[in-house]
T-cell receptor, first 113, second 116 residues
Framework: SAVISQKPSRDICQRGTSLTIQCQVD?????MFWYRQQPGQSLTLIAT?????????ESGFVIDKFPISRPNLTFSTLTVSNMSPEDSSIYLC??????????FGPGTRLTVT | DQQVKQNSPSLSVQEGRISILNCDYT??????FLWYKKYPAEGPTFLIS?????DKNEDGRFTVFLNKSAKHLSLHIVPSQPGDSAVYFC???????????????FGQGTILTVHP
């Protein structure tokens, strides 16, 4: 399976600031996603990171708040903009392999104060 | 609208016995199902998956059963080990439709505790 890394692993940020999370995969993958896990909750899909085009966002998530870049088939970034305490979550990237299995990165634990 | 449900928040099992984790879904478009194990402060670890064309898939100690008519799947872990203690999530996707491919809907998770 693909090896996925994320940076930073955790961060504590002040409200009103922005944080960019990086996701690096050790092989080229077609499909890459960003998920969020709020405290005590399940995982929720934020968006599909499309290589060379704008990301596709799920209901409740917008580009101004969560801009995503996907410059190539091994790398993506998610920015959490103008943060509030409600954005405190674990943010995870994932990739889909040929057989349909989906693998997740280790996550970025974000705390907004 | 919770399309994927894990109705048991927790499960406690003795080491060596069978653990059975259950999951129900409501969306009949789901055709691919996955189970993940998650430790605190880590990303979910993929365990096993099953396509809707099958009713059983086995990988070592892990077996997933799918009952499409009941919209129900279960994960069996035999024998259970203390290292299996974690949160288990089931997830589902609709891979037949192009725009939905790979998009996972997760259940709420079940905390499994395996006692020595």
């Amino acid at each position: 399976s693909a090896v996925i890394s994320q940076k930073p692993s955790r961060d504590i940020c002040q409200r009103g600031t922005s944080l960019t999370i990086q996701c690096q995969v050790d092989s080229q993958v077609t499909m890459m996603f960003w998920y969020r896990q709020q405290p005590g909750q399940s995982l929720t899909l934020i968006a599909t990171a499309n290589q060379g085009s704008e990301a596709t966002y799920e209901s409740g998530f917008v580009i101004d708040k969560f801009p995503i870049s996907r410059p190539n088939l091994t790398f993506s970034t998610l920015t959490v903009s103008n943060m509030s305490p409600e954005d405190s979550s674990i943010y995870l990237c994932s990739v889909v392999e040929i057989l349909g299995e989906q693998y997740f990165g280790p996550g970025t634990r974000l705390t907004v104060t | 609208d919770q399309q994927v449900k894990q109705n048991s928040p927790s499960l406690s099992v003795q080491e060596g016995r069978i653990s059975i984790l259950n999951c129900d879904y409501t969306n009949s478009m789901f055709d691919y199902f996955l189970w993940y194990k998650k430790y605190p402060a880590e990303g979910p670890t993929f365990l096993i998956s099953i396509s809707s064309i099958k009713d059983k898939n086995e990988d070592g100690r892990f077996t997933v059963f799918l009952n499409k008519s009941a919209k129900h799947l279960s994960l069996h872990i035999v024998p259970s080990q203390p290292g299996d203690s974690a949160v288990y999530f089931c997830a589902a996707s609709s891979n037949a439709g192009g725009t939905s491919y790979g998009k996972l809907t997760f259940g709420q998770g079940t905390i499994l505790t395996v006692h020595p």
